[in-house]
Nanobody, 121 residues
C-alpha cells in the first residue's frame, strides 16, 4: 500500500506565502511525475503544477511566477512554494504522485488527502 500525506496548508493574508509538502510512503519501487491540483468550492479540480522525474516543470497560467514546485526524490516528497497569494488561490490543494509499487507493476496515480489553503483579503 502507498500513502500520501500532505502538510502546510492554513490561513494567510493576501500577499503572504505558504509551503505545502506531500510525502509518499509504503511499497514504492519508483516514482514518475508529481503534481499539485486544487479545488475551490463549486468548481472542478484543476491542475496547479507538475514536475517530471527529470525535473521538468509545468504551471497553470494563473500561478506562473508566484508558485514553485520542487521534489526531493530521496524523501519521495513534492513541495509547492506559494508566494504572493491571492484570495482566488483559496481552495483545497491535493498532491498526486505516479508510483510503481514494484518492477512488475505499472505506474498508478495516488492522491493525498487534501489540505485547505485560505487567503484572506
Amino acid at each position: 500500500q502507498v500513502q500520501l500525506v500532505e502538510s502546510g496548508g492554513g490561513l494567510v493574508q493576501a500577499g503572504g506565502s505558504l509551503r505545502l509538502s506531500c510525502a509518499a510512503s509504503g511499497s514504492i519501487f519508483s516514482i514518475n511525475a508529481m503534481g499539485w491540483y486544487r479545488q475551490a468550492p463549486g468548481k472542478q479540480r484543476e491542475l496547479v503544477a507538475t514536475i517530471s522525474n527529470g525535473g521538468i516543470t509545468n504551471y497553470a497560467d494563473s500561478v506562473k511566477g508566484r508558485f514553485t514546485i520542487s521534489r526531493d526524490n530521496a524523501k519521495n516528497t513534492v513541495y509547492l512554494q506559494m508566494n504572493s497569494l491571492k484570495p482566488e488561490d483559496t481552495a483545497v490543494y491535493y498532491c498526486k504522485q505516479d508510483i510503481k509499487g514494484s518492477s512488475w507493476y505499472s505506474f498508478r496515480g495516488y492522491w493525498g488527502q487534501g489540505t485547505q489553503v485560505t487567503v484572506s483579503s
